[in-house]
């Protein structure tokens, strides 16, 4: 008897032992990113990682020297390099803090929109050149960064050594009188 009423006492006492716990949220993010085995993926990457918020996934569109010898190369709109000098000497971790700085200057839950159109390519073996006309459109949560951003973009891809597509050298320019994405990145850096 004294043993089952030890047995009920700690079953009494103890810490909520058969209650449910509520649900932990989960460490990571969703995500819709896929390995670049084409450049069709590459490039819904990189509007998905804009769309997603998700820096990881950004930086994977883009050369890596674990897996190239090649570095990255952004070429600014020629009109953004007074405004922002730094654009001169950007590199792939300029590319990282710019991409960090506009995650947090957005709404958070709202996504930022990449907009690709009018695609021109030229395929040859590993590696091919894309142009595009541009529109991105955020929610800033400063008011002095604009909400949408126009251009055109010249964007050389390459394989690297695991057969995935990434972004090797970036051209912006200007298009009529909108501010560009080289103007979004210097005024995030």
């Known amino acids: 008897m004294k043993k089952y009423l030890i047995i009920l006492t700690i079953f009494l006492f ?19 990113y ?8 590459l490039f819904m990457n990189l509007k998905n990682s804009l769309k997603e918020k998700i820096l990881d996934n950004y930086m994977a569109s883009f050369v890596n020297s674990s897996f190239t010898n090649q570095k990255f190369v952004f070429q600014s709109a020629s009109e953004s390099i007074s405004l922002y000098p730094t654009l001169t000497n950007w590199d792939i971790s300029s590319e990282q803090q710019y991409f960090s700085n506009l995650i947090i200057s957005t709404k958070e839950g709202v996504p ?7 695609e021109i390519k030229n395929t040859t073996g590993d590696s091919a050149v894309y142009q595009y006309d541009y529109i991105i459109s955020l929610t800033p949560i400063n008011e002095s960064i604009q909400s949408s951003y126009r251009g055109n ?7 690297d050594s695991r057969s995935q597509w990434v972004i090797s050298r ?3 320019f200007k298009s009529g009188n909108n501010p560009t994405w080289s103007e979004l990145k210097g005024s995030l850096y």
């Open 34 to 41: 896929l390995p670049a085995t084409t450049p069709d993926i």
């Open 170 to 172: 970036w051209e912006d």
């Open 112 to 118: 930022i929109i990449l907009d690709l159109q009018n």
């Open 14 to 32: 103890s810490c909520d032992l058969l209650t449910t716990r509520d649900p932990e949220n989960p460490d990571t993010q969703r995500t819709s």
């Open 153 to 159: 973009m010249k964007i050389n891809i390459n394989l």
